[in-house]
């Protein structure tokens, strides 16, 4: 079983479509993210979640809707998207520390890769 | 222009040949890590580097951080297909860690 799992793989839908990515991480982090990678773009950072608060957002579009329930699970609703937000959302996960900082390595998922018609 | 600057965007190489990647920050590093990537699949993590002058290796894989520059080089030695991929640096440059990533550079190895 890998430490980060995403589902579902790919995913294609309309516009008008509500749909939701999902994130599992199974090493016992605190910290999870989602990046968004278009082509020949750097990796995006959207959102972060840090003891299951949101510390970061990115400028996202309302279209994009993240959840953190607990320490292990991260979701990214989706609805109403545009064909320019097709791309690769990778989440990751880290473990930080309570006094700051954090150990360095994200650990990422294989993606889920989006085409919006 | 971007805050994390790689070079080249992509490279052709023979097998058994070395290979040097550079990542360029336009501002002050607090941490410099380099992944490795599939096509259409997640980063593996590679190495991370945070002091000026460090230097770490895994396997052919030689990572080297020149705090003064803002700049970090990968260098491959004897490329084998395995090391075929796109390779990204990600940097912390607020102190907050939050990484931000370089285009990515795309490595191909031919026999």
């Known amino acids: 079983e890998t430490g980060v799992t995403q589902t579902p793989r790919h995913l294609v839908m309309g516009m008008t479509n509500k749909k939701s990515l999902k994130c599992e991480q199974h090493l016992g982090h605190n910290a999870m993210y989602w990046y968004k990678q278009s082509a020949k773009k750097p990796l995006e950072l959207m959102f972060v979640y840090s003891l299951e608060e949101r510390v970061e957002n990115n400028s996202v579009p309302s279209r994009f809707s993240p959840e953190c329930p607990n320490s292990s699970h991260l979701f990214l609703h989706l609805h109403t998207l545009q064909p320019e937000d097709s791309a690769l959302y990778l989440c990751?996960?880290?473990?930080?520390?309570?006094?700051?900082?954090?150990?360095?390595?994200?650990?990422f998922g294989e993606g889920s890769r989006l085409t919006v018609l | 222009s971007q805050e994390l600057e790689q070079s080249p965007q992509s490279l052709i190489v023979q097998e058994g040949k070395n290979l040097t990647i550079n990542c360029t920050s336009s501002?002050?590093?607090?941490?410099l890590y380099w992944y490795k990537q599939k096509y259409g699949e997640g980063l593996i993590f590679l190495m991370m580097l945070q002091k000026g002058g460090e230097e770490k290796s895994h396997e052919k894989i030689t990572a080297k951080l020149d705090e003064k520059k803002q700049q970090s080089s990968l260098h491959i030695t004897a490329s084998q297909p395995s090391h075929a991929g796109i390779y990204l640096c990600g940097a912390d440059i607020t102190g907050t860690d939050k990484l931000i990533f370089g285009t990515g550079t795309r490595l191909q190895v031919f026999p």
């Open positions: 990751a996960s880290s473990q930080v520390f309570l006094a700051g900082g954090h150990t360095g390595e994200l650990f």
């Open positions: 501002k002050t590093l607090y941490g």
